[in-house]
């Protein structure tokens, strides 16, 4: 159960897992939120909480099994892109700007982010995502706030 939750249904087995489940991540937001409210705080706040948890929780659990920070672990992404799309009003281009953002992020890691890989088991395997998405939100709202997107 905990590989399925890990992999997010298999997709950390693609090539390129977690750019795929990034751009799963937007879908759903998209298919879920678009034209809708900006975010109900007390839901999107238990969620995110529930899937930080569930998260790091499964990436610990299968490090004993894959190793440290495997390719097929690809919860963390789902969980930064939602991290960087939490606060900010969906639209298409939105999160096409917020999923080339957060995936530069990830791939690059500057601004501390390397350094969240360092911390213990599923916790270092989430943070590095999640500061890569903080990061990512808080262009985007900038971005949206002077009306560029």
Do not use: N
């Not at 281009?93 to 500057?110: A, E, T, W």
């Not at 916790?123 to 939100?137: C, K, N, Q, R, W």
């Amino acid at each position: 159960m905990l590989k399925l939750v890990a992999s997010v249904l298999g997709i950390g087995y693609v090539k390129g897992g977690g750019t795929v489940a990034a751009a799963a991540t937007c879908l759903v937001l998209y298919l879920a939120r678009a034209g809708g409210p900006t975010v109900r705080l007390w839901p999107a706040g238990l969620l995110t909480a529930g899937l930080l948890a569930v998260g790091t929780l499964a990436a610990h659990c299968v490090e004993a099994h894959w190793g440290k920070d495997s390719y097929r672990v690809v919860i963390d992404e789902v969980a930064g892109m939602w991290m960087s799309m939490l606060l900010v009003p969906i639209t298409g281009p939105r999160l096409l700007l917020g999923l080339v953002l957060f995936r530069f992020f990830d791939i690059v890691k500057p601004l501390f982010i390397r350094k969240m890989e360092q911390l213990p088991g599923g916790v270092g395997v989430m943070m590095d995502d999640v500061l890569a998405g903080l990061y990512t939100s808080l262009l985007l709202q900038t971005a949206v706030q002077l009306g560029y997107v």
